[in-house]
């Protein structure tokens, strides 16, 4: 139901935008309204869905309810305002930190953010948990996200929050280093060759090595590029979650502090020192080097200079910082499982 009412707002929006560029009640009762009703809300019913109801903060233009508790505010712009400003994302977190409410959404109708009202340490723009263009990204990718808003599923939107990051952070995962993608086609490969050309034999490193080149050519930047100063990558910042080394515990903010951290505690001890790099992720990545290089002279994409003058890498997803932390404890003499995040 909701793919069938996402194709026909944008349709809507298509024939009449300069209808809804101009005029927001149009938006609100074409498009948000059948969205929400998508979601399983009903707009018609006040026990759900309560329009222009005033707080001590102003009037959210709506108020979502469930189980007669306020579980969420929409704000809802015209086709023309960008959601993205601060003066409009502040204008929502005002409603819901005077309400105490955790999330907020806004739209203009074709653009939908989910936004965190607070989180101790964050920016306003940091606190974006997710973004779809309805419009133009994946209906699936679009869908995904705003069941987290459904009436069904509003009361357990921490936990599906966690699993689109945890996606998003095995999928990068793969990308920074694609070995697992590299064994899942290696069996149909060979399997293919058997049948297509039983005469020739492979050695199964000649088949592994030629599709890991393939599928890095397919995640890569095209080489005909022209080449780029590398910039900080931004991440987004976690929900709030700790680390544990051994009896050492440290609030984590960013996926890297879980690396950095890491990193600071072995130079403490004694352990990460010069003489032990590059200290490789892969076949071609160092986490660690004595200057931000890779193995083929490649820059650091978001290099971090350490207390001893060592450069770490830190452009991984959350799951490959762990996944690099535990690797520097190994390579350092101590368990990897000693890490622990929260």
């Given amino acids: 139901m909701l793919k069938e009412t996402l194709e026909?707002?944008?349709?809507?929006?298509?024939?009449?935008?300069?209808?809804?560029?101009?005029?927001?009640?149009?938006?609100?009762?074409?498009?948000?309204?059948?969205?929400?009703?998508?979601?399983?809300?009903?707009?018609?019913?006040?026990?759900?869905?309560?329009?222009?109801?005033?707080?001590?903060?102003?009037?959210?233009?709506?108020?979502?309810?469930?189980?007669?508790?306020?579980?969420?505010?929409?704000?809802?712009?015209?086709?023309?305002?960008?959601?993205?400003?601060?003066?409009?994302?502040?204008?929502?977190?005002?409603?819901?930190?005077?309400?105490?409410?955790?999330?907020?959404?806004?739209?203009n109708g074709a653009i939908w953010m989910l936004f965190r009202a607070f989180q101790e340490g964050t920016t306003i723009s940091e606190r974006i948990v997710w973004k779809t263009?309805?419009?133009?990204?994946?209906?699936?990718?679009?869908?995904?996200?705003?069941?987290?808003?459904?009436?069904?599923?509003?009361?357990d939107i921490e936990k599906l929050i966690k699993k689109l990051q945890i996606l998003d952070e095995i999928w990068q995962?793969?990308?920074?280093?694609?070995?697992?993608?590299?064994?899942?086609?290696?069996?149909?490969?060979?399997?293919?060759?058997?049948?297509?050309?039983?005469?020739?034999?492979?050695?199964?490193?000649?088949?592994?090595?030629?599709?890991?080149?393939?599928i890095r050519e397919f995640i890569s930047v095209p080489e005909e590029q022209p080449?780029?100063?590398?910039?900080?990558?931004?991440?987004?910042?976690?929900?709030?979650?700790?680390?544990?080394?051994?009896?050492?515990?440290?609030?984590?903010?960013?996926?890297?502090?879980?690396?950095?951290?890491?990193a600071e505690w072995l130079i403490k001890k004694g352990k990460l020192r010069r003489d032990m790099c590059p200290i490789p992720s892969g076949p071609k990545m160092n986490i660690i080097n004595i200057e931000p290089k890779h193995r083929y002279g490649n820059n650091f994409r978001n290099p971090k200079k350490l207390s001893n003058g060592l450069y770490l890498e830190t452009a991984f997803s959350t799951a490959a910082c762990i996944k690099n932390a535990r690797k520097l404890l190994e390579r350092c003499g101590y368990r990897g499982d000693m890490l622990e995040v929260q």
């Fill in 8 to 107: 026909m707002v944008i349709e809507r929006m298509k024939k009449h935008r300069s209808l809804y560029e101009q005029n927001e009640m149009a938006v609100r009762s074409h498009i948000i309204e059948p969205i929400l009703r998508g979601l399983g809300w009903s707009t018609e019913n006040p026990e759900e869905v309560q329009p222009n109801v005033s707080t001590e903060e102003g009037i959210p233009d709506y108020s979502l309810l469930k189980n007669d508790r306020k579980v969420l505010f929409i704000e809802a712009k015209k086709l023309s305002v960008d959601v993205e400003q601060r003066e409009v994302i502040r204008q929502l977190a005002k409603y819901c930190f005077g309400e105490g409410m955790m999330y907020g959404v806004l739209t």
């Fill in 227 to 262: 080449p780029t100063i590398p910039q900080p990558v931004p991440q987004p910042p976690l929900l709030p979650r700790k680390m544990k080394i051994g009896t050492n515990t440290y609030e984590i903010k960013y996926a890297l502090d879980i690396l950095v951290n890491t």
């Fill in 173 to 214: 995962s793969l990308l920074d280093e694609p070995k697992e993608l590299v064994r899942g086609f290696i069996p149909g490969f060979e399997k293919l060759i058997k049948e297509g050309y039983p005469e020739y034999e492979f050695d199964r490193t000649e088949i592994e090595d030629f599709i890991e080149e393939r």
């Fill in 133 to 155: 263009d309805i419009e133009n990204d994946d209906v699936t990718a679009t869908i995904r996200k705003l069941k987290t808003i459904s009436k069904e599923n509003i009361t």
